[in-house]
T-cell receptor
Framework: KAGVTQTPRYLIKTRGQQVTLSCSPISGHRSVSWYQQTPGQGLQFLFE???????NKGNFPGRFSGRQFSNSRSEMNVSTLELGDSALYLC???????????FGPGTRLTVT | EDQVTQSPEALRLQEGESSSLNCSYT??????LFWYRQDPGKGPEFLFT???AGEEKEKERLKATLTKKESFLHITAPKPEDSATYLCAYAGFQKLVFGTGTRLLVSP
């Protein structure tokens, strides 16, 4: 089975711009979660989607948003980028709740 | 507030020198404790899930155990390729809450 894929792998943006990241979960997995990883804060939960519905949201500003499509693929969007948004953004999928999550390789976002 | 704490932050071992990593948690109603391995610049790789106190799981040189308040990842006779950051996480309500990880370096 193919793993979780994320595109693009690397991205450089300027402050004030917006960015959209994409995630394709493992086939058959209906839950997709997004995390932000930085050296100082570690892995921080952004949100989780299940069957196109946001089930939970972490403590991030409204500039961070996401959605899930009917094929379970997910996108996250960050508007009005700030320097502090530079991070590794990770997507994870699982078949249902209380099961382990499987992570993609991440998208490295650099904001200049 | 639910928390998960990992120790030590960093650990340096010689090849073959066994040791243990600790993950302590304060959470009501644990729904699963997970261990992951992360290599630099890559996504975390799933290792183990533990659900109840007394449970143990093994994979090659790694063994994970769980008590009511903590989990241990035992590394037996490590090799340089075991060098990575090891993360634990507990399953909270609809999300995983991660510790900050233990950076393990195994020297030949």
């Amino acid at each position: 089975k193919a793993g979780v894929t994320q595109t693009p792998r690397y991205l450089i943006k300027t402050r004030g711009q917006q960015v959209t990241l994409s995630c394709s979960p493992i086939s058959g997995h209906r839950s997709v979660s997004w995390y932000q990883q930085t050296p100082g804060q570690g892995l921080q939960f952004l949100f989780e989607y299940f069957s196109e519905t946001q089930r939970n949201k972490g403590n991030f500003p409204g500039r961070f948003s996401g959605r899930q499509f009917s094929n379970s693929r997910s996108e996250m969007n960050v508007s009005t980028l700030e320097l502090g948004d530079s991070a590794l953004y990770l997507c994870a999928s699982r078949p249902r709740q209380d099961y382990e999550q499987y992570f993609g390789p991440g998208t490295r976002l650099t904001v200049t | 507030e639910d928390q998960v704490t990992q120790s030590p932050e960093a650990l340096r071992l010689q090849e073959g020198e066994s040791s243990s990593l600790n993950c302590s948690y304060t959470v009501s109603g644990l729904r699963g404790l997970f261990w992951y391995r992360q290599d630099p610049g890559k996504g975390p790789e799933f290792l183990f899930t533990l659900y109840s106190a007394g449970e143990e799981k093994e994979k090659e040189r790694l063994k994970a155990t769980l008590t009511k308040k903590e989990s241990f990842l035992h590394i037996t006779a490590p090799k340089p390729e075991d060098s990575a950051t090891y993360l634990c996480a507990y399953a909270g309500f609809q999300k995983l809450v991660f510790g900050t990880g233990t950076r393990l370096l195994v020297s030949p």
